[in-house]
């Protein structure tokens, strides 16, 4: 039996950064929860923005360490989320605030679904699932909090990029993890937006 790459058994367990550091990682994801909790404050949505807050930094972790985000976690955040913003919706009487999510999740999934297509050496597949989940709360919050979303991760990303080759520590085909800029530009609206 022939043995496989190092490359594809370290692709295949995405689990692995998790495992690293898991105090580290526990205590982001309680940070981030918490953050964002307590400016959610008791609104229906809060379930839903603790699912983002604790999905969001496992996600940012594992892209930051392998440069991928792993379907098992970015897939069922659809449904979960979908499910906790619609239960939130009927709580609030507010059918047209989740409108706004699904029209913020069609919205930034088929903006990065293009930038895909049309440049795929600048962004992963994986971002452009993750970019959909994204839209959902960004659309939650409404069309400000949407573009503030999608102008941080970008300008973020940008900066990001622009410091590593000027200190000469990537060049300009390395590839740069760019999930946890769309998490963390997310996680900015939220923290802007949330409870307005």
């Given at each position: 039996?022939?043995?496989?790459?190092?490359?594809?058994?370290?692709?295949?367990?995405?689990?692995?950064?998790?495992?690293?550091?898991?105090?580290?990682?526990?205590?982001?994801?309680?940070?981030?929860?918490?953050?964002?909790?307590?400016?959610?404050?008791?609104?229906?949505?809060?379930?839903?923005?603790?699912?983002?807050?604790?999905?969001?930094?496992?996600?940012?972790?594992?892209?930051?360490?392998?440069?991928?985000?792993?379907?098992?976690?970015?897939?069922?955040?659809?449904?979960?989320?979908?499910?906790?913003?619609?239960?939130?919706?009927?709580?609030?009487?507010?059918?047209?605030?989740?409108?706004?999510?699904?029209?913020?999740?069609?919205?930034?999934?088929?903006?990065?679904?293009?930038?895909?297509?049309?440049?795929?050496?600048?962004?992963?597949?994986?971002?452009?699932?993750?970019?959909?989940?994204?839209?959902?709360?960004?659309?939650?919050?409404?069309?400000?909090?949407?573009?503030?979303?999608?102008?941080?991760?970008?300008?973020?990303?940008?900066?990001?990029?622009?410091?590593?080759?000027?200190?000469?520590?990537?060049?300009?085909?390395?590839?740069?993890?760019?999930?946890?800029?769309?998490?963390?530009?997310t996680f900015a609206a939220v923290l802007l937006y949330a409870g307005s």
């Amino acid at each position: 039996m022939s043995e496989q790459p190092a490359t594809w058994s370290l692709r295949a367990d995405w689990t692995e950064p998790l495992r690293r550091r898991p105090l580290a990682t526990a205590f982001g994801c309680a940070l981030a929860a918490a953050a964002l909790g307590v400016r959610t404050g008791a609104r229906p949505e809060l379930a839903a923005v603790l699912y983002l807050a604790v999905a969001g930094t496992l996600l940012a972790v594992v892209d930051a360490a392998l440069r991928r985000l792993p379907d098992p976690l970015t897939l069922p955040s659809y449904p979960v989320a979908a499910a906790l913003l619609g239960v939130a919706a009927a709580v609030d009487g507010d059918a047209a605030r989740f409108g706004g999510a699904l029209a913020g999740m069609a919205a930034l999934g088929a903006l990065y679904a293009v930038q895909w297509v049309a440049v795929p050496d600048h962004i992963g597949l994986g971002d452009v699932k993750l970019a959909g989940v994204l839209g959902l709360y960004l659309g939650w919050y409404g069309t400000a909090a949407w573009v503030a979303g999608l102008l941080i991760a970008v300008l973020s990303g940008g900066a990001a990029a622009a410091a590593l080759l000027l200190a000469r520590r990537a060049g300009r085909r390395d590839a740069l993890p760019y999930g946890p800029f769309l998490i963390g530009g997310t996680f900015a609206a939220v923290l802007l937006y949330a409870g307005s």
